[in-house]
């Protein structure tokens, strides 16, 4: 009974540098959210998948941001280029399906620091 | 649209009882409620559907207004366990991703 999974924990990286956090949703479920959140701050949408789809990225930063879930494998949120802005924790939740019956499942998040 | 969270923060005693407010300027189809430690990821407590419905577990339950597009997490003899920041999640029509407020910060102490 796992839960969802991000990787790693914590996160270090230089600006300029790329920034890779991972995230396994719960078994059986095939929809993907990714939120950042900064201190005393609410979760922050960024984009929702499903499997090899990105059904909305209102919420990502055009630039320097990508994310993805392939058929296989775990979803992906990319950083490029990483700036001191880009600090935060970053959260990954899943549900079995969207729509408004499904809570969401949030894994322990990736603590991103840009020094 | 992010939904407004009031308290911002409240301090409790033990078996105290608190009302934490969610309200948005959209229409909404659900509002979900959320708790988060400290360090650690949010965990879902419930889901309230349009219709005006009322839910609860144990001494946590909570009311949906759809009308006045307002959510309401009943929290009655609190316990120290109940320590942590809540978020309201809420869900507007199209199936889209849950837009949260910014917390509400919650500490029970002995």
Same mark, same amino acid.
């Given at each position: 009974?796992?839960? $969802?999974? =991000?990787? +790693? #924990?914590?996160? $270090?990286? #230089? #600006?300029?540098?790329?920034?890779?956090?991972?995230? /396994? +949703? $719960? %078994?059986?479920?095939?929809?993907?959210?990714w939120y950042r959140q900064l201190p005393?701050?609410?979760? %922050?949408?960024?984009v929702y998948? =499903? %499997?090899?789809?990105?059904i909305d990225e209102s919420g990502m +930063?055009?630039?320097?941001? /990508?994310?993805?879930? +392939?058929?296989?494998?775990?979803?992906?949120?990319?950083? =490029? =280029?990483? $700036?001191?802005?880009d600090s935060a924790a970053y959260f990954c939740a899943s549900s079995p399906r969207q729509g408004h019956y499904?809570?969401?499942?949030?894994? /322990?998040?990736t603590r991103?620091?840009?020094v | 649209q992010q939904p407004v969270q009031s308290p911002q923060a409240v301090i409790l005693r033990e078996g105290e009882d608190a009302v934490i407010n969610c309200s948005s300027s959209k229409a909404l189809y659900s509002v979900h409620w959320y708790r988060q430690k400290h360090g650690e990821a949010p965990v879902f407590l419930m889901i309230l559907l349009k219709g005006g419905e009322q839910k609860g577990h144990d001494k946590i339950s909570a009311s949906f207004n759809e009308k006045?597009?307002?959510s309401s997490l009943y929290l009655t003899a609190s316990?120290?366990?109940?320590?942590? &920041?809540?978020?309201?999640? &809420?869900?507007?029509?199209?199936? &889209?991703?849950?837009?949260?407020?910014?917390?509400t910060r919650l500490s029970v102490i002995a």
């Open positions: 009974n796992a839960g $969802v999974m =991000q990787n +790693p #924990r914590h996160l $270090v990286r #230089r #600006r300029g540098q790329e920034a890779r956090l991972r995230c /396994s +949703p $719960v %078994k059986g479920h095939s929809h993907v959210y005393e701050e609410g979760l %922050k949408f960024m998948l =499903q %499997k090899e789809n990105i +930063p055009k630039e320097r941001f /990508s994310a993805e879930f +392939p058929k296989e494998g775990p979803s992906i949120l990319r950083i =490029q =280029q990483v $700036v001191r802005g499904y809570g969401y499942t949030f894994g /322990s998040g991103l620091t840009v | 006045k597009q307002q316990q120290l366990s109940y320590s942590g &920041t809540y978020f309201c999640g &809420t869900e507007g029509a199209g199936n &889209t991703p849950l837009v949260f407020g910014k917390g």
